[in-house]
């Protein structure tokens, strides 16, 4: 079996600042061998870190396009940006609910130094599907950290992930990184991984049994092969992503 999945890099090295290990109350139970196609592909972008980078760059989207008629509504005070909804985009688009950044890249007082933070509780609805966001994020210099609920595509996600990265290298899962995706179950997210070009390492995520995707065979496809026990399939281009990427930039 296969599903279509864009290559998803974090090559803008990410490091957190908080301690993920024992804070939650996420059963390792998933069974991956039932899941579906679609559920596995979550799987891998809440546990590479996609489903945090996507929320990252949804928002820092809508900083760049600020204006006086913009929707969302967006304002700038010092380091402090707030995105708010209630309207809707030219294109059609429903935005709700609010997003709250610290030290926004794209604003004066952006200082390099220190990590930017993203507070969300954000809905997009787009004709007849709809995305909602809901946790925090933080990008730092060599990190990517967060506990974000996704909404998207049929399919409720949970990430709560510290990834150290090193610079224009791969990334590594800290001790307590775990997801959870909804009518299947939680899991721990271990492994060693980088995405871009070439890529290398994989992605180990242990539910109730064992899902590997081994991140450096990707294909000239795009295509990752992953193994559950003795069941063998690959997660490729961008079916998976459909709606979670939207309106967001590429992961590379």
């Not at 950044?101 to 507070?119: G, L």
């Not at 070009?197 to 000239?220: F, H, K, N, Y």
């Amino acid at each position: 079996m296969s599903l279509h999945l864009t290559s998803l890099g974090l090559s803008f090295a990410l490091l957190s600042t908080a301690t993920l290990a024992g804070c939650s109350g996420i059963d390792h139970d998933a069974r991956f061998a039932d899941a579906s196609l679609a559920q596995l592909g979550r799987a891998y972008t809440a546990a590479s870190g996609a489903d945090l980078n996507s929320a990252v760059q949804r928002s820092l989207a809508f900083v760049g396009a600020s204006g006086p008629m913009a929707c969302p509504k967006v304002v700038t005070e010092g380091q402090e940006t707030t995105i708010t909804g209630g309207c809707t985009t030219e294109g059609g688009e429903r935005m709700e609910g609010s997003i709250e950044i610290h030290n926004a890249p794209q604003t004066p007082a952006y200082d390099p130094s220190q990590p930017s933070s993203f507070e969300l509780d954000f809905r997009i609805v787009q004709q007849s599907a709809a995305i909602r966001l809901d946790g925090h994020v933080e990008l730092a210099e060599t990190a990517l950290s967060g506990d974000l609920r996704l909404d998207a595509g049929g399919i409720v996600s949970t990430s709560r992930l510290e990834l150290a990265c090193k610079a224009d290298g791969p990334c590594t899962a800290s001790p307590g990184s775990e997801i959870e995706i909804a009518d299947l179950g939680g899991a721990s997210v271990e492994g060693t991984w980088y995405t871009d070009d070439p890529p290398s390492g994989s992605v180990t995520v242990r539910g109730a049994d064992v899902l590997v995707i081994d991140v450096g065979a990707r294909d000239a496809d795009g295509c990752v092969p992953y193994t559950i026990g003795d069941q063998r399939g690959s997660i490729c281009a961008a079916d998976v992503l459909g709606e979670v990427l939207a309106g967001g930039q590429p992961l590379r």
